[in-house]
Nanobody, 124 residues
Framework: QVQLVESGGGLVQSGGSLRLSCAAS????????MGWFRQAPGKERQFVAG????????YYSDSVKGRFTFSRDNAKKTVFLQMNSLKPEDTAVYYC?????????????????WGQGTQVTVSS
């Protein structure tokens, strides 16, 4: 069982930066694949980024590639999403997700555990 708690969301102007954190509980965190998803009002939850348990494989959606950086610190049981050059279309609730599977999936159903979400709002 893994519990996830996100933090770091907030209001930022277009072009600004935010760093999201997701702290996990559970002894097996180090072997979990992790992901970030986001959901804007009236839209489906969409994949943002995923990272393998070693951190050696990282994938991004085309919409954030080159602007967001996903990293993990297994010793601290925490993953991070550094978001730069933010745009108004990045506004959404951001969710951290985890799965014991080895494949870095891009779909919500690929992940078993979810955080409560943190709001990111980018003003124009």
């Amino acid at each position: 069982q893994v519990q996830l708690v996100e933090s770091g969301g907030g209001l930022v102007q277009s072009g600004g930066s935010l760093r999201l954190s997701c702290a996990a509980s559970g002894r097996t965190f180090v072997s979990y694949t992790m992901g970030w998803f986001r959901q804007a009002p009236g839209k489906e939850r969409q994949f943002v980024a995923g990272i393998s348990w070693t951190g050696g494989s990282i994938y991004y959606s085309d919409s954030v590639k080159g602007r967001f950086t996903f990293s993990r610190d297994n010793a601290k049981k925490t993953v991070f999403l550094q978001m730069n050059s933010l745009k108004p279309e990045d506004t959404a609730v951001y969710y951290c997700a985890a799965t014991p599977g080895a494949v870095v999936g891009r779909n919500s159903y690929d992940y078993d555990y979810w955080g409560q979400g943190t709001q990111v709002t980018v003003s124009s």
